[in-house]
T-cell receptor
Framework: GAGVSQSPSNKVTEKGKDVELRCDPISGHTALYWYRQSLGQGLEFLIYFQGNSAPDKSGLPSDRFSAERTGGSVSTLTIQRTQQEDSAVYLC????????????FGQGTRLTVV | DAKTTQPTSMDCAEGRAANLPCNHSTISGNEYVYWYRQIHSQGPQYIIHGLKNNETNEMASLIITEDRKSSTLILPHATLRDTAVYYCIVPPSSARQLTFGSGTQLTVLP
């Protein structure tokens, strides 16, 4: 595709359930980022992948959050035992390199935990 | 890290130039200035970046002062669709991710 694709676009889940959010980055981009944005708030960094390097997980808020990037392409963000405070828009971005090079964002997944 | 300071909000009349300032007084010599914007309910969008020379693209111009301690993003003919939060970011050269601050809410008025 031409841009970063995220699925699903909307997800409603019950408290305590696990969810998986998917990100398809732009082909050839080595860097992939996950952010989340709560209603009316700024963007909160979650995790960063760059090529084959160990991911930077410094932004993950708890051990209920994890992410994988398979084959240097598609990434999945998993939230276990979801809580209401996990409700937010989860945004994925990719770029040719890290450190602030031009990043392209997807439209996000709106997660609502009820 | 080079901290950035932006006004919380600005208004601009449609068709006029929108000039969005950013202070980054602790910027280091090899750190770039990036601008992104986020239109309501959309993901952030890259606008422009620069090191020390002024830059222009189809979206905007970036003017960086000679001492590099501040910059201005210029939207030459603002339209209603330019209403968004504009983020000025100076990622450290060692950084691996973009850190977004609060940005400036630009409202273009008809």
């Amino acid at each position: 595709g031409a841009g970063v694709s995220q699925s699903p676009s909307n997800k409603v889940t019950e408290k305590g359930k696990d969810v998986e959010l998917r990100c398809d980055p732009i082909s050839g981009h080595t860097a992939l980022y996950w952010y989340r944005q709560s209603l009316g708030q700024g963007l909160e960094f979650l995790i960063y992948f760059q090529g084959n390097s160990a991911p930077d997980k410094s932004g993950l808020p708890s051990d209920r959050f994890s992410a994988e990037r398979t084959g240097g392409s598609v990434s999945t963000l998993t939230i276990q035992r979801t809580q209401q405070e996990d409700s937010a828009v989860y945004l994925c971005a990719s770029s040719h390199g890290g450190g602030g090079t031009e990043a392209f964002f997807g439209q996000g997944t709106r997660l609502t935990v009820v | 890290d080079a901290k950035t300071t932006q006004p919380t909000s600005m208004d601009c009349a449609e068709g006029r130039a929108a000039n969005l300032p950013c202070n980054h007084s602790t910027i280091s010599g090899n750190e770039y200035v990036y601008w992104y914007r986020q239109i309501h309910s959309q993901g952030p969008q890259y606008i422009i970046h620069g090191l020390k020379n002024n830059e222009t693209n189809e979206m905007a111009s970036l003017i960086i002062t000679e001492d590099r301690k501040s910059s201005t993003l210029i939207l030459p003919h603002a339209t209603l669709r330019d209403t968004a939060v504009y983020y000025c970011i100076v990622p450290p050269s060692s950084a691996r991710q973009l850190t977004f601050g609060s940005g400036t809410q630009l409202t273009v008025l008809p």
